[in-house]
């Protein structure tokens, strides 16, 4: 796990999320020849995050982006190929189909969730590149039904957290030390 993953995961267990990062998705023969990737390894999600008042999991793809042009909306609506590529389960619906779907299996199967869960994509990112994407990708996530988990909802959250009291986690008190005293 990296930590911008680490960060965002600290921040939904924080909301009440059960939260696992790295979930391997238990694709089968049939499921792998049908999203056109017979090889594939199993897939991985960066973050899976589960709530039991909603029997809702959210299976979160993160990108940080945090010294680069950061996310565009391009990546999303007609991509190039390399862009695309990024963000495959936003771009292949079949692909997001099959392993949305056998997510809910797998954590079914195993006890980790409740019978027929709702399921959710979201992208939490670092960066977005512009005001304007950042409106068009909040438009088109809202659209298909998706979550946008960008660099103003992470502040809020650490902010909510500064406010709390001591937890033991690198995000909580990291921002305990960057906020606290600030004017808020």
Not at 102 to 122: D, H, I, K, N, W
Request: proline share 3%; glycine share 6%; charged share 30%.
């Amino acid at each position: 796990m990296d930590a911008f993953e680490q960060l965002v995961s600290e921040i939904l267990w924080h909301e009440g999320y059960w939260v696992r990062t790295s979930v391997k998705v238990e694709l089968t023969k049939e499921e792998k020849r049908a999203i056109g990737r017979p090889s594939s390894p199993r897939w991985e999600l960066d973050i899976v995050a589960y709530s039991g008042r909603e029997n809702r999991l959210h299976a979160i793809e993160c990108k940080s982006y945090l010294d680069s042009r950061g996310v565009a909306i391009a990546g999303f609506i007609n991509p190039k190929p390399d862009a695309a590529s990024r963000y495959k389960l936003f771009n292949e619906p079949d692909l997001r189909r099959v392993v949305l779907d056998r997510l809910c299996r797998q954590f079914v199967e195993s006890g980790a969730c409740a019978e027929r869960p709702a399921v959710r994509l979201g992208l939490a990112c670092g960066k977005i590149s512009s005001d304007a994407d950042r409106d068009a990708l909040k438009a088109h996530f809202s659209e298909q039904d998706w979550d946008l988990y960008d660099e103003e909802w992470l502040r809020a959250r650490l902010k909510q957290m500064a406010k709390g009291g001591y937890e033991n986690q690198v995000s909580a008190v990291v921002a305990k030390l960057l906020i606290r005293g600030q004017a808020i």
